[in-house]
C-alpha cells in the first residue's frame, strides 16, 4: 500500500490498494446488488476527486462485491422521493457533473477499468461505459432498462454508447431495454474488452491490465487518455489543437519520464518511471 491518505468514507464502499500506483475501489452493497444510494455517490466522489490529484496513483479499478457489479439506481428509495417530491433526476444530474456514482460522465485523465462480476444495469452499465477497460465474467449481463420503469438512461450512457456501438445498436438497448450477454457486449455492442471464465477470475485480470498499463509512461499515458476524451466531444483539428497545447501534453514533453524513456531506450534497458507532477 502507497504512503498515501484517502478520504475516510462509508462502509458502502471499500478503499484499497492492490499494487504499486493501482487504486481498487469496491462497492459494497452486496445485499441490495450495490444498488447506488447518495452516501455511496458521495464516497465515491471525494475518493476519485482526491485520486485524480494523487500523483503516485496512476490507475484506478472499479468493481463491485457479491454477484452483481451494480444493479443502478435503489429503485425503492428513488420510488419513496418521486412520491413525495423531494428530488427530481433532473436536479441529480444537474447538482452532479461526474454523473452516475460520480462515473458516469467523469472526464478524468487517468485510466479506468471496469471489473465486472455477474453484470451492470442502468447507472451501472452507464459506469461501466464510460470507463476505459473494461473486463467481465462470461455469465454477466448488460441491460440500460430504464425505459421500462418509465425513466431515461440520462446519465451519459445515451451518447457513450451511440459513439462506441454505432445508433441501431445503442437503440437496441436504449429502445427495447433488452438484456445481452457478457460475449453480446464484446463482440456486437463493442463495451467489453476482455470476458474471462469466472467471477474469480475478474479482479486478477484488471489487475493484469492495470500492472501492462503501469509498465508505460504515467505522463503519457494521461496525455493520451486526455486526447480521447477530447475526441468525444470535438472534431478532429480542434481536438488536436485542444491536445497539443493542454496540460497534460505539456508535462509529458517537458517531464522526465520522456527523456528517461528516450535513454532507456538508447540504453536498451527497462524505463524507470516516476509519477508525474502536479498539474
Known amino acids: 500500500m502507497p504512503s498515501v491518505n484517502p478520504p475516510n468514507t462509508s462502509n458502502q464502499l471499500l478503499v484499497s490498494f492492490p499494487s504499486e500506483h493501482v487504486l481498487l475501489l469496491t462497492l459494497n452493497r452486496p445485499k441490495q446488488l450495490n444498488a447506488m444510494t447518495p452516501q455511496l455517490t458521495e464516497d465515491l466522489r471525494k475518493v476519485l476527486n482526491w485520486f485524480e490529484e494523487e500523483p503516485s496513483l496512476w490507475v484506478v479499478i472499479v468493481t463491485g462485491a457479491g454477484r452483481v457489479f451494480c444493479a443502478g439506481a435503489d429503485l425503492k428509495a428513488w420510488n419513496n422521493d418521486q412520491q413525495q417530491g ?13 454523473g452516475f456514482g460520480s462515473i458516469s460522465r467523469r472526464q478524468s485523465r487517468k485510466p479506468f477499468i471496469a471489473a465486472v462480476a455477474g453484470g451492470a444495469y442502468g447507472g451501472g452499465l452507464e459506469m461501466v461505459l464510460n470507463c476505459d477497460y473494461v473486463i467481465a465474467s462470461e455469465d454477466a449481463k448488460f441491460a440500460l432498462p430504464e425505459v421500462k420503469r418509465g425513466v431515461i438512461a440520462i446519465q451519459g450512457g445515451i451518447p457513450r454508447l451511440s459513439q ?39 479482479l486478477r485480470a484488471a489487475a493484469a491490465v492495470a500492472e501492462q498499463m503501469n509498465l508505460n509512461s504515467p505522463d503519457a499515458v494521461q496525455a493520451t487518455k486526455r486526447a480521447l476524451v477530447l475526441a468525444q466531444e470535438f472534431g478532429h483539428s480542434e481536438m488536436l489543437t485542444n491536445h497539443v497545447w493542454g496540460p497534460e501534453s505539456k508535462r509529458t514533453y517537458r517531464g522526465e519520464n520522456i527523456k528517461e524513456g528516450l535513454r532507456a531506450f538508447a540504453e536498451k534497458r527497462t524505463p524507470r518511471w516516476t509519477s508525474p507532477a502536479k498539474l
Open 86 to 98: 423531494v428530488v427530481t433526476e433532473q436536479e441529480g444530474v444537474a447538482t452532479n457533473p461526474y
Open 164 to 202: 462506441i456501438a454505432g445508433h441501431q445498436l445503442a437503440s437496441e438497448l436504449l429502445l427495447l431495454g433488452k438484456t445481452i450477454s457478457a460475449d453480446e457486449a464484446h463482440r456486437r455492442f463493442g463495451f467489453v474488452n476482455q470476458v474471462v471464465p469466472g467471477s474469480d477470475s475478474v
